[in-house]
């Protein structure tokens, strides 16, 4: 069984950036891809950026590209997103999911089977 715990979410103005991070335990960290998705108020989830189980491969929603930044520490057991140049329509509750099954990035939220509690990112205008 895998165990993914949230942090760093917030209540920020425009502009301002954020650091969310996702402690994993139960298993080997380092041999899947990870992923962060979000869902806002009223929407269904929405794929943010995914990397590879080694961290040099990576991929994000046109959204966000250019602004966040997904990481991985797997010393650690830690996933990271730093976002920047935040924007109210980020206002979100942002996910941290593990696959089982593939170590590239992916968009595809059914690639992963564990879920995170989530963290609300709140950005005012």
């Known amino acids: 069984q895998v165990q993914l715990v949230e942090s760093g979410g917030g209540l920020v103005q425009a502009g301002g950036s954020l650091r969310l991070s996702c402690l994993a335990s139960?298993?080997?960290?380092?041999?899947?891809?990870m992923g962060w998705f979000r869902r806002a108020p009223g929407k269904e989830r929405e794929f943010v950026a995914a990397i590879n189980w080694s961290g040099g491969s990576t991929d994000y929603a046109d959204s966000v590209k250019g602004r966040f930044t997904i990481s991985r520490d797997n010393a650690k057991n830690t996933l990271y997103l730093q976002m920047n140049s935040l924007k109210p329509e980020d206002t979100a509750v942002y996910y941290c999911?593990?696959?089982?099954?593939?170590?590239?990035?992916?968009?595809?939220?059914?690639?992963?089977?564990?879920w995170g509690q989530g963290t609300q990112v709140t950005v005012s205008s």
């Open positions: 999911a593990a696959s089982s099954t593939t170590m590239i990035p992916t968009r595809n939220r059914y690639e992963f089977p564990y």
């Open positions: 139960g298993r080997t960290f380092s041999s899947y891809a």
